[in-house]
C-alpha cells in the first residue's frame, strides 16, 4: 500500500495535506514571505470524502498525489470552499476534471465566484448559514464572515470534534517547518506572522473581523485549522482572544518611528525624536528606514504601538516615493485613536510635510496629531533639534496619557 507522505492526522480520520511554498518571494505581490507560507488544505475520510479548502495550483501535482492515496479508488464527494481567493480555489477546475462528480459547496457568492473565475455552474451545493452537510459520522455546519477579508469568506464547523476549519481567520504567513500544531512550533514567531498577516491582509476589515469572532466565540472549539499557518490544539482560545485584540485596534504603550532620508540629515532628526520619546518613558521604539524596510513589518508595528512617528524628506517637489507608498498602505487600513508626530524635511521646495499633513487630515480624527510639527530646511539647526526632543517628549506623554 502507497504512503501519502506528507499527510498528517489532525484528528480521526481528518488530514492536514495542504502545501509548503519556500519559493514565493512575495505573498499576493506585496508581502514579504522570508520563512514561505502555508497553504493548508484537509481531507475528511468519512462516509462521505470531501476536501476542506485546496492549494496554489502549483503545488497541485503532489497535493494530488496525496489525495488518490487517501482516496484509494473511492470518489471524492464534496470540496468545502470557504474561501475563493485562487491560493485556495485556483485548482478548482483541475480537481472537477479529475472526480467530475465531486460537488463543491460553498454559499450564493462562492457559487457566483466558482462561475466567473472557472466556468463552473453545475454541481455547486449552496449553503446557508447554519445549514448542515452529512457525512456519516461527522457532521459539517457553516457559518458566514463576509469581508474577513472577501464577501464570500466562510467558516466549516464539524460538530463532533468541535474542529473549526476557519479560513483565512487565525491563519498566519510562515511555512510548516514540520511543526505543524501550535504546542510543537515557535508561537512567538508565529503569532508575530500572524499578525503581520491580520494587519495588512484582514486589518482594514476589523469590524467585520469582530462580528466574525462573535459568531465563533459561541461555539465549543477544541481545534482550529486555518488555511495558512499553524493548527491551534492546545489553546485554541488564546488566538482567538489575540484576533480580538487586534480588531479592536488595542494598543499598547509604544512607538514606531519611520523616516525616509537620502543623506542622512532626516534620520539625524528622527534619531532626536527617538531619543526624546525614551527619555519621556516609552519603552520598545521601534525605528526603521523606509528604503531598506519592509512595509508589511512597518505596518504590523504601527498596528500595536499607540504612536507613530514620520519623518521624511521631500523627492522632486514631493513626498518622498517609499514614504508616499507607506501613508497610501496606513490609510488603507483605517487606523484609529493613534497619535502620529510628523517633520518634513526639504532644501529648495517644501512638500513632505504638507502630503503627511494632507494624509492625517484625510483621517478625519482616526491619526490624532501631536505638536509640534516640524519643518527642516537643509540640515537641523539647534533650534531644530530643540523641536524634535519636544516633540518626543510631547509624544511620549500622550502615549501614557492615552
Known sequence: ?????????????????????????????????????????YFIDDDKT??????????????LHRLDIKLDGRPLDYVIVNHMEPDHSGSLAIIRRLYPGVRFVGNAKTAEMIKNFYGIEDGIVVVSEGETLDMGRRKLTFAMIPMVHWPESMVTYETTGNILFSNDAFGGFGAIEGDIFDDEADMEYAISEMMRYYVNIIGRFSS???????????????????????IWRSDPQRVINLYEKWSRQET??????????????TKTAA??????LTEGGIRGVTMYDISRSNPSCIVKDAWGARGLVLASCTYNMELYPPMKYLIDMLENKNMRGRRLGLCGTYSWASAALKE???FAARSKGGWLLTEPIIEIKSFPTDADFDLCRTLGLAMAEAIKKD
Request: glycine fraction near 6%.
Open 1 to 41: 500500500m502507497k504512503t501519502a507522505f506528507g499527510t498528517i492526522e489532525i484528528a480521526p480520520k481528518i488530514y492536514w495535506m495542504g502545501a509548503n511554498d519556500r519559493e514565493t518571494d512575495k505573498f499576493e505581490g506585496l508581502w514579504e514571505l522570508p520563512h514561505g507560507v502555508a497553504y493548508n488544505s
Open 50 to 63: 470531501a476536501v476542506v479548502d485546496s492549494v496554489k495550483p502549483s503545488f497541485m501535482d503532489d497535493f
Open 208 to 230: 467585520q473581523a469582530l462580528k466574525a469572532i462573535a459568531k465563533i466565540r459561541a461555539l465549543d472549539v477544541a481545534l482550529i485549522c486555518p488555511a495558512h499557518g499553524p
Open 252 to 265: 499598547e504603550e509604544t512607538a514606531v518611528v519611520v523616516y525616509g532620508s537620502m543623506y542622512g540629515n
Open 271 to 276: 534619531d532626536a525624536i527617538a531619543r526624546a
Open 356 to 358: 503627511m499633513k494632507d
